[in-house]
C-alpha cells in the first residue's frame, strides 16, 4: 500500500511539474503583452509635460546633413535654442518652415527629422533652406519617444543650460512667436530689446 500510495504521489508531482513547465512561458508571454500595452497606452503628452523644466534626455545619433558624424546635448549651443520637430512628410513642417528660416537669424534652432527618409529630409532642406543649425536623424523616432513627440511639428524652447522650458504642439504661427516664444525667452535672456527690436515686424 505505501509503494503504490507513493508512486501515486510520484506520477501527482510529476504531472504537477509538467504543467508548470507549460504554463511557465505562457505567463511570461502574457506578462511582456501587459508591458507593451501600457506602454501603447502611455500618452505621450504627459511624457512631454513630465520633461518641462528637465534636461534634454540624453541621446547619441545621426546628423541628417553628415550621416557619418553623431550628435548628442553636447553639441547644443550654450544660449537658449529651439528644438524643432519635423518631415518632409509634414505638410504643417512645410507651412511654417519660412517663419523658421526667419526665426534662425535671431535664435538657433536644432532639427529634428522625426520618421523620415533621411534623403526626402536633406531634399527638402536643399529646395527650401536650411533653419536649422544641427539637424538630428531621428527616421525611427528614438529620440522623439524619449521626448514624448506625439506628432510633427513640435517647437521646444530650450535655455542655455540644456533645460525644456516650453512646449508647442502643432504649427508654429508668427503670432505663437511673438505672443508666446518671444516673452519666454526675453524672459531667459533678460534681453528685451533685442528681440523686440528684431521682430518687431512680425
Known sequence: ????????????????????TLFTPLLMLLGVCILLIAGLNQDP??????????????????????????IS??????QPFLLNIWGSWCGYCKE??????????????????????????REMLKRMGNPFLLTIDDSQGELAM??????APETYLVDAHGIIRYRHSG????????????????????NENLFNRTFIRF
Open 96 to 121: 511654417e518652415h519660412p517663419l523658421l528660416m526667419d526665426i534662425a537669424q535671431t535664435i538657433p534652432i536644432i532639427g529634428i527629422d522625426y520618421r523620415d527618409n533621411p534623403q526626402n529630409g
Open 73 to 78: 546635448p553636447k553639441n547644443f549651443p550654450k
Open 171 to 190: 504649427l508654429l504661427d508668427r503670432e505663437t512667436w511673438k505672443n508666446v516664444f518671444i516673452p519666454k525667452i526675453q524672459e531667459l535672456t533678460k
Open 45 to 70: 503628452k504627459k511624457i512631454a509635460s513630465a520633461l518641462i523644466n528637465k534636461p534634454i534626455p540624453e541621446f547619441y545619433q545621426a546628423n541628417l546633413l553628415a550621416p557619418s558624424k553623431a
Open 146 to 151: 524619449k521626448l514624448g513627440v506625439d506628432g
Open 1 to 20: 500500500m505505501r509503494f503504490v500510495a507513493h508512486s501515486l504521489y510520484a506520477e501527482n508531482r510529476k504531472d504537477n511539474e509538467e504543467k508548470i
